[in-house]
């Protein structure tokens, strides 16, 4: 267990517009990164389409979720995961995603589970 | 073992509030502490003192209620999630100048600060979706 | 190590197969809510979950479904106190919903 056990692994599962749960999963990110508790953040199943480009909230009168995932560099969240079978599932390239993220399957990704103390899912 | 409970699901679209209500009761019953019952999303519904379910239909706000008094539990509602939602307590309404308020007593509003803290000080977090 | 709780029918939701691609020999799978569907004899069950892994139906939501006498035979139903001594017996849970 890294970092006497306080570390927490949030995991998001579901797209950016599905009522307020990816914001609110940001928020909590935010939170726990502002109260310097080791975050690590993993986007997998609907949640890679959070970081898909060319999102314009606006016109579903949403603010647009790809912009506000920008700031996490700023909070120093820079853990960052990417699961890679949800981004093959959906033909979405590395490449194109709107965040740095590493992409993580297999051992890599058990290991993301295994390593956080706490698992906190959205 | 110190065991913090965050609750998502809305309590009238998901069991999610029943869920975790059983699952505390069950907690409490073995000796567990409970550090923290955190309702977050959807689940600030959970804390609406305005909800008037038929009498043969199971009041959750009740048994939270009763629960909560009777085993001193910190029972709190995400402020900001509250607020997106309507559920106020007095000073939130007068803040922002409703005309009501309708946090039921036993809850609390609180910041996400509540959540970070839970997941520090417990030694197990369990997270109820919708 | 990690107690994997699933709320979502198997025949409505993908939690079941993203949580089988995470899930290992030294993990549990708990069944609550419309989750407990999966413990159904069917295809879109547990037919790809190692036999190692135990899995568990939270009872009072398979008697609320009237499924309890139809369980898969490996799955092992457990009552409130079953789940709450599952969550401490694992270091950590991950809620699949």
Redesign the interface.
């Known amino acids: 267990m890294q970092e006497a056990d306080?570390s927490?692994l949030v995991?998001v599962?579901h797209g950016p517009y599905q009522?307020?749960?990816a914001r609110?999963a940001l928020?909590?990110v935010l939170?726990?990164a502002?109260?310097e508790?080791p975050v690590s953040l993993l986007f997998?199943?609907d949640g890679v389409f959070q970081l898909t480009p060319n999102q314009d909230g606006s016109a579903i009168d949403a603010k647009n979720l790809a912009t506000m995932l920008a700031v996490l560099p700023m909070y120093d969240v820079d853990r960052v995961y990417v699961?890679l079978?949800s981004l093959n599932l959906r033909a979405i390239s590395p490449e194109s995603l709107t965040l740095p993220a590493t992409p993580v399957g297999g051992h890599a990704?058990?290991d993301l589970?295994?390593n956080?103390?706490?698992?906190?899912?959205? | 073992m110190k065991i913090a409970v965050v609750v998502y699901g809305s309590p009238t679209g998901s069991g999610a509030a029943a869920s975790a209500y059983r699952y505390v009761s069950a907690a409490l019953e073995l000796g567990h502490e409970i550090t923290r019952v955190f309702f977050y999303g959807e689940a600030v519904h959970t804390a609406t003192a305005l909800a008037a379910p038929p009498q043969d239909e199971n009041d959750l706000l009740s048994r939270w209620q009763q629960l909560g008094q009777a085993r001193e539990l910190d029972l709190v509602v995400c402020i900001a999630a509250a607020l997106r939602r309507g559920v106020l307590d007095a000073d939130e309404a007068r803040r922002h100048e409703k005309e009501a308020c309708n946090l039921a007593p036993g809850f609390t509003l609180s910041g996400l600060g509540q959540l970070t803290d839970a997941t520090l000080n417990s030694d197990r977090v369990i997270t109820f979706g919708g | 190590m990690i107690l994997h709780i699933v709320n979502k029918s198997p025949f409505q939701s993908d939690c079941l197969n993203s949580c089988l691609r995470i899930i290992s020999p030294e993990d549990a799978l708990l069944l609550i809510e419309d989750g407990v569907y999966a413990a159904l004899d069917t295809p879109r069950g547990l037919a790809s979950l190692a036999p190692a892994i135990p899995v568990y139906a939270l009872e009072a939501d398979c008697r609320a479904r009237g499924i309890l006498d139809q369980l898969h035979a490996s799955v092992k139903p457990t009552d409130d106190h079953g789940f709450v001594e599952l969550t401490l017996a694992y270091a950590k849970s991950q809620s699949w919903f």
């Open positions: 306080k927490l995991v599962r009522g307020q749960l609110e928020d909590a939170t726990a502002a109260f508790q997998m199943d699961e079978d990704l058990r589970f295994v956080n103390a706490h698992l906190l899912s959205f």
